[in-house]
């Protein structure tokens, strides 16, 4: 009796140890949608201000964005991710100011790119390829302002770049086609991105990608 539970532990041990390395494994993937930028005519008016510059204007706070990641999937529920992002033009600012004298108008635009790394959790749902997906981690960020003008030159709130590492979450669904093909659609933030000179605010992104398993 006692052999019997022995190999019966023994069993069951190897069947998990064979489930474990079922889902360790390389994955890579890609994956395209909206960006959107949490930024409005009223904190462009508190940057402008903050630089010395009285004006006001408008924003356009959407474009389309894309990321490639690689990641490694420990076991079932958990993964390491790691890539790259774009997320195009994601703000357009247009205004008019005051002073410096003699005023005038200017446009900006707002782009941004960079690398991430995220803790990535999964929770199956049944054993029907659907799984809730979860994501925590921190990006490097750049914000890249491209001004132009007329009038007087808007010092301090020119052609400028912010870069710095925000945090980043973000939460999806993702579908098993196959063993090897997975879809996913996502939600994710980036957090206080850019600055006074850029213009500043969190960064979402809303994607729909595939992901390839090796």
Known sequence: MN??????????????????TTYAQWYAGGSGGQSRMDYNSSQ???DLAAAGI????????????????VGY??????????????MGRFATINGTFTAPAPG????????????NIDAVGLLPLGENGFSLLGRA?????????SLSS????????SNTTSSKTVPELGIGVQYD?????????????????GNGNTGSGDVDFYSAGIVVRF
């Open 73 to 86: 999937q420990f076991n079932r529920y958990f993964a390491l991710e790691g890539g790259y992002f774009n």
């Open 137 to 145: 981690g921190a990006a490097y960020f750049e914000t890249k302002a």
């Open 54 to 69: 009285t004006g006001s204007g408008s924003v356009g706070d959407t474009d389309i964005g894309g990321k490639l990641f």
């Open 3 to 20: 052999n019997k539970n022995g190999l019966g532990r023994i069993a069951v041990a190897m069947g998990m140890l064979v489930a474990s």
């Open 150 to 157: 007329t009038g007087a030159v808007l010092v301090g709130y």
């Open 177 to 193: 086609f196959t063993k090897t093909i997975a879809g996913r659609v996502e939600a994710q933030r980036y957090f206080k991105v």
């Open 104 to 115: 005038g108008t200017f446009a900006s635009d707002l782009k941004g790119q960079g690398g």
């Open 44 to 46: 462009l008016v508190a």
